[in-house]
């Protein structure tokens, strides 16, 4: 059985951290990449940042210094550093896992930033 389990999230004052943890197991084939999406309401759900198996992350433009990717093969975690957290990054943040031709998605853990 295939599990993303997310924790990490909770609420916080604008100008702080956040530290989000993915963990995936059950999934047969290697894990190419693992990232982070997120959804606020009444919009789409949209990229965080993802990294590949290699190291090598990508961020969204609202995200790029504030927001760090790593990830840790060994047991198929991911975790996102969110620093300078600010009202418009509240939103249900979801974990993502592809593998050959498949992409999973965690539960979501709910990121709230008051301002």
């Known amino acids: 059985q295939v599990q993303l389990v997310e924790s990490g999230g909770g609420l916080v004052q604008a100008g702080g951290s956040l530290r989000l943890s993915c963990a995936a197991s059950?999934?047969?084939?290697?894990?190419?990449?693992m990232g982070w999406y997120r959804q606020a309401p009444g919009k789409q759900r949209e990229l965080v940042a993802t990294i590949t198996s290699g190291g090598a992350p990508n961020y969204a433009d609202s995200v790029k210094g504030r927001f760090t990717i790593s990830r840790f093969n060994a047991n198929n975690t991911v975790y996102l550093q969110m620093n300078s957290l600010k009202p418009d990054d509240t939103a249900v943040y979801y974990c993502?896992?592809?593998?050959?031709?498949?992409?999973?998605w965690g539960q979501g853990t709910q990121v709230t930033v008051s301002s």
């Open positions: 993502n896992a592809g593998a050959y031709t498949t992409f999973y």
């Open positions: 059950g999934i047969r084939f290697r894990i190419n990449v």
